[in-house]
């Protein structure tokens, strides 16, 4: 059989690896035949807790997991990594501001980002969750200079499938019939999702968008702001759907987009539609089972125009205040 591929899990411990390292684990994330071998990384206090995590995975008796490690040490960790997924980040504190939590973070990805760079298999693919993702990313393809740009990414796919179900509800249609919605710009607040080169059930989605009042203040809102919702009910952040988007974005990277439809996500920078380039930017964007590709030639509108240019700017404040605190 094939020979197994090592996937790398940081931030093991957390609610969203608990999620996420069953679905991997028994295939989901890189086929069913596909062997795994999992790495957890935590930090040393997080470090029994991935070890229990460990425990029930052996004891799923998953065929295709062929060995777990935990470690605390980040080189060790990302050693001979052919799929890194990067969950595990500092998050926002009480009185954190922008720049403390940007260097918080820098903290972390920047010697993940070496680690990969060191040690890591040639064909890696990093995906980073950790927020904020995008500039996370950043950081950590800046200090892997060894390693293309192309093999970073940030994860935006939650924020594409909760368009999808936002418009499928909206038109009344399951979510299978639902292709080709778009997130652009950052994971954050300013992200724009867009649904005018949606195709909904063999209608375009430019006719939903003619509701403008339904566009700009109930879908691109509900979108961009449901991580907020989730909390206020759950009480937690969002943890399985965050897997699950992660598992998403890893199969179509290898495995490849579906003809005909696209997905969403944060990519290097090349300055598609307008955006500055070397910003790790979500895009609308097919993969070839080896490297995404921005869907080009998409005629973008006033509307969708001014948001994206908008969230784009705001990566690239967080690319300039990442720089100016020596991160990249
Ligand atoms: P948790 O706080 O449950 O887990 C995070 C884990 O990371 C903890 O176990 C912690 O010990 C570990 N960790 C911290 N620093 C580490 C380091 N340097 N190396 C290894 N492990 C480390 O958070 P969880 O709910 O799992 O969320 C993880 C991250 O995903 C957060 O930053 C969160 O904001 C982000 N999200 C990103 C989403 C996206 O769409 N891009 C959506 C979901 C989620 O909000």
Redesign the pocket.
């Known amino acids: 059989g094939k020979s197994p591929v090592t996937v790398t899990v ?2 093991a ?5 608990y999620a996420l390292l069953f679905r991997i684990a028994s295939g989901q994330m890189l086929g069913a035949d596909t062997p795994v071998r999992l790495n957890l ?3 040393p ?2 470090v029994a807790a991935a070890e229990g995590t460990a425990m029930e995975l052996d004891d799923c008796a998953f065929p295709l997991l062929t060995g777990i490690d935990v470690y605390d040490d980040a080189r060790a960790a990302f050693d001979g990594a052919n799929v890194a997924l990067l ?5 926002r504190g009480p009185g954190m501001e922008r720049a403390d939590l940007l260097e918080a973070n820098g903290g ?1 990805f920047k010697p993940q980002g070496e680690a990969i760079n060191a040690g890591a298999a040639d064909d890696v693919r990093v995906l980073v ?3 904020p ?1 995008n500039t996370n990313a950043l950081i950590a393809a800046s200090n892997a200079p060894d390693v293309p740009k192309s093999r970073f990414t ?3 796919r ?2 594409h499938n909760r368009a999808l179900a936002q418009v499928a509800r909206r038109a009344g249609v399951s979510v299978a019939d639902v292709r080709r919605v778009s997130i652009w710009g950052n ?1 954050s607040a300013s992200q724009y999702p867009d649904v005018f080169h949606a195709d909904v059930a063999g209608r375009p989605g430019a006719e939903l968008a003619e509701d403008r009042a339904w566009l700009l203040d109930e879908f691109v809102p509900t979108v961009a702001k449901r ?1 907020a919702a989730i909390i206020d009910a759950r009480g937690s ?3 399985a759907s ?1 897997a699950n ?1 992660a598992v998403d974005h890893v199969h179509d990277w290898v495995l490849g987009t579906p003809d005909g439809d696209w997905t969403s996500a944060g990519i290097w920078s090349d300055g598609s539609y307008g955006a500055p380039e070397g910003i790790m930017a979500s895009f609308p964007v097919t993969s070839d089972g080896q490297e995404w590709s921005v869907v080009q030639g998409l005629e973008i509108n006033d509307v969708s125009r001014e948001r994206i240019d908008a969230s784009m700017a705001e990566l690239a404040d967080e690319r300039e205040a990442v720089r100016a605190l020596g991160l990249i």
């Open positions: 940081t931030g411990a957390g609610q969203i690896g990384l935590e930090i206090q997080g969950v595990g980040a500092r998050p972390i969750v950790g927020n993702a940030a994860m935006t939650l924020d994971h991580g952040s969002s943890a965050a988007a």
